[in-house]
């Protein structure tokens, strides 16, 4: 068999490395609900500042500086103008984001671009009443405690804008305009996104910058101008209170978990004399728990030896010829029908070995069994799906491949990508899309069938994710996953794809050998889809054969496999936990916050501690029971028709006690819990520390270069550790990602870098500035600062 290529060093470093860029976090958490509010944030941040030398010396002592509590303590105050709605005004219509704004407002009529504050809103005529369209950004509101401070649990909360609750918020020019377009307005009417968190952004659009109880709502899962018009003309007269109130319990269990939860993470590791960063959310408890508790399984395995064992059979029968003729025979290769076949079981017993000697040269009986087997197209894609198959086929990650969905979304070229449904309805009108694609992609003479395949899934909001049937130049990572939308949608109006599979089977006394092969005999949609099915051909045999060779091969039983992206969010799917838009960045922030490494993820000495700590002294925030059970109260306020807050409260009510219970247990236990976090911490930095030392400092020759990140410059450089005695350092390239590269320069003998950069090749270099391989570089580079110099 030939072997497979060998992995380049740098395809190894670059699969071991997830995410690709910070890049990926950000656009993750855009709709996300976060954990860690920046309030909070801000609150620690002004509590402590050192200038940082790298992120992993985020452990430090607590200065003794005393925090001022006059900034603390000082309330934000909040209260939204309140405003009429005037007779005769016009129809406000506000979206989810800028761009939703221009394809609604260019889908109902003619509009006008206007400008305030630099912020694009459009006006136009629609049958003789006039019609404004702007946009929010996202969500213009957030949570915050009317009363600052860091003791727990915390549960007097309320909406303000963002501007409020930060700094140079670049969402103040969307509220100004919006506050500003209401007040001429007669009547509102939200189309935002059409789930939980666009409700939500809708809600707090209506109640706190229009003043109002109410609006009218447009319900879309295409930005396509048809189903624009359709969702204007049908339009609901009140906003989707399921859904509105459903998302607003949401964001207060997180706030009440993630601000109480990190807060008592923090003060534990506080009475240790330290300071450091935690976090642990509702959903993200339970999802590290499935990594770490299958890390432990991997940690308590013992592989045991086994052994296979496989025969080689010819049906050339011997006529009467000696042995030693057939021998040579097979070794010639003239059997035209030999065949290996395995035994088929492992043996664990050494000693069964034994039974397999001394049958080479003798006669097997031999059988085929033929069976069809038929595969019908998978069913439509929903979020999940599609991050899975998307992972499987490129390598995207579950959040850049949700980033990539929405942007195609909002381009009008497919439906809305956050959907678990895997229906398809006529009402989308797929005909006309399936005419239009299919003549395109040059598949006609394929599409068999007039309804489509769908799944058992449904998702009251949106059907599965289609193609709309616009078109746009696309390229790179846009490109392949539009096209794995369209042909996935093009391969459910296919035929059944028909697989011969044969098993051939040799017995010899009480032994049983067999071989399996495969053989597509209808592609079907398959010629559509890609698919990784792999055939492979095996003679017919039947009756007498003559075992030819036999060969026993020696294995190891293997430890579980480690959850990759893909197969974690599929996991975190099939339990209930979280929801389809929430849980690609959850992940994210258990990478960002050190408890998971790699692509094959890996619990860190951080992660797992965290987890084991929590076992021992509150083991109700890793339970996943209860977050399920939130999570299908949510889904039930969603569903409802009347009596929302009676509901909110309740669940409200629930995780409050819920979060005094873990206050409790912390209070007992915080000094413990404190320790074994502070114990996995420095352990978890020396395991980076190593894994980013480069080499012995050549300055000092004490200490060791290491790769380091500035925060205040945002910028990685190299250090020795022997700072603040040696205060040798080297530059990095500006952007991307730097890791070792496991290669010695063969110029200078440095340890080389490389550079990932998203689009871009991975470059690899030497940082020694005197090395040969960057004089020229050198060179060029004086020669500009000269140019420049002259021109000064
Ligand atoms: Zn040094
Ligand atoms: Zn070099």
Redesign the pocket.
């Known amino acids: 068999m030939p072997k497979k290529p060998k992995k380049t060093t740098e395809e190894k470093v670059i699969e071991d490395y997830f995410p690709l860029d910070e890049e990926d976090a950000e656009h993750a958490t855009e709709k996300q609900v976060k954990e860690t509010i920046p309030d909070f944030k801000q609150i620690v941040e002004k509590e402590y500042k050192k200038p940082e030398r790298s992120s992993l010396e985020r452990v430090e002592k607590i200065p003794k500086i005393k925090i001022k509590k006059s900034k603390a303590t000082r309330k934000v105050k909040y209260s939204p103008k309140k405003i009429k709605l005037k007779k005769g005004g016009y129809e406000l219509i506000v979206t989810e984001k800028p761009q939703a704004a221009s394809k609604i407002a260019s889908a109902l009529g003619n509009p006008k671009r206007k400008d305030s504050k630099g912020i694009s809103y459009y006006e136009l005529e629609r049958k003789g009443k006039k019609i404004i369209v702007a946009c929010a950004v996202g969500h213009l509101f957030t949570l915050k405690q009317n009363i600052p401070g860091s003791e727990i649990p915390i549960f007097e909360i309320s909406w303000i804008p963002n501007y409020l609750a930060r700094k140079k918020d670049f969402t103040k020019k969307y509220y100004d305009t919006l506050l500003k377009l209401a007040k001429d307005s007669g009547s509102i009417t939200i189309a935002t996104d059409y789930d939980i968190e666009g409700e939500v952004i809708g809600l707090n659009v209506v109640r706190f910058i229009c003043g109002q109880k109410d609006a009218k709502r447009m319900k879309f899962s295409t930005l396509t101008t048809q189903e624009l018009n359709k969702a204007y003309d049908e339009k609901s007269p009140h906003i989707d209170w399921g859904q509105a109130i459903a998302g607003e319990t949401r964001h207060y269990l997180d706030w009440f978990y993630g601000i109480n939860l990190s807060r008592a993470l923090m003060n534990a590791i506080k009475t240790t004399g330290r300071f450091k960063i935690m976090s642990i959310g509702r959903v993200q408890g339970p999802a590290l728990n499935l990594i770490v508790q299958k890390e432990k399984d991997i940690q308590k395995f013992k592989p045991e030896p086994y052994w296979q064992v496989f025969i080689t059979v010819d049906d050339e029968r011997p006529r009467g010829r000696s042995i030693a003729s057939t021998e040579l025979r097979a070794e010639s290769g003239a059997g035209k029908n030999k065949l290996e076949l395995k035994y088929n079981q492992d043996i664990f017993d050494k000693s069964k070995l034994e039974k397999f000697e001394n049958i080479v040269g003798k006669t097997a009986i031999a059988e085929t069994k033929k069976t069809e087997q038929v595969l019908p197209p998978n069913p439509p894609f929903n979020l999940t799906t599609l991050q899975t198959e998307a992972y499987k086929f490129y390598g995207l990650t579950p959040s850049r491949t949700l980033q990539i969905a929405q942007s195609l979304y909002l381009g009008g070229l497919i439906s809305y990508p956050r959907t678990s449904s895997q229906k398809l309805p006529e009402s989308i009108g797929y005909k006309e899309i399936l005419k239009k694609l299919a003549k395109e992609y040059n598949v006609e003479k394929l599409i068999t069938k007039k309804k489509p395949v769908e799944g058992k899934k449904l998702d009251s909001a949106h059907p599965s994710i289609y193609p709309t049937g616009n078109k746009q130049i696309l390229a790179g990572d846009d490109e392949k996953i539009y096209n794995l939308i369209t042909k996935r949608f093009l391969s459910l109006f296919c035929d059944s794809a028909i697989i011969d599979n044969k098993k051939v089977s040799a017995v010899l006394d009480e032994l049983i050998f067999s071989a399996r092969g495969a053989s597509v005999r209808k592609k079907a949609w398959m010629e559509i889809y890609p698919t990784k099915l792999k055939e492979i051909e095996i003679p017919d045999l039947k009756g007498e054969v003559k075992i030819t060779n036999s060969k026993t091969e020696q294995k190891e039983t293997q430890p579980p496999k480690r959850y990759s992206p893909a197969s974690i969010i599929s996991q975190l799917e099939k339990k209930n936990l979280g929801t389809k838009a929430t849980r690609s960045s959850i992940l994210e922030t258990l990478y960002n916050r050190n408890y998971v490494k790699g692509k094959s993820i890996e619990a860190t000495p951080l992660g797992i501690s965290l987890i084991t700590t929590l076992e021992k002294y509150s083991p109700i925030i890793i339970n996943e029971k209860l977050t399920r059970n939130f999570e299908n109260e949510m889904e039930a306020i969603q569903k409802l028709k009347k009596n929302f807050e009676e509901k909110e409260k309740k669940v409200i009510d629930k995780a409050k006690q819920t979060i005094i219970s873990i206050a409790k247990d912390f209070g007992k236990n915080e000094k413990k819990i404190g320790e074994e976090l502070l114990k996995a911490t420095n352990e978890l930095r020396q395991q980076q520390k190593i894994e980013n030392t480069l080499m012995r ?9 290491g790769i380091m990140y500035s925060r205040k410059t945002k910028r990685h450089f190299i250090a ?4 603040p ?4 350092t080297y530059s990095l390239p500006p952007r991307g990602v730097i890791k070792k590269a496991n290669k010695v320069c063969e110029e200078c003998g440095f340890p080389m870098l490389m550079r990932l950069l998203r689009g871009r090749r991975p470059w690899v270099f030497c940082f020694n500035p005197k090395c040969k391989t960057n004089e020229e570089w050198a060179k060029k580079r004086e020669k500009k600062e000269e140019k420049e110099n002259e021109q000064d």
């Open positions: 400092c050549p300055v000092c020759k004490k200490g060791n270069l020795c550790d022997a700072y005695d040696c205060t040798n």
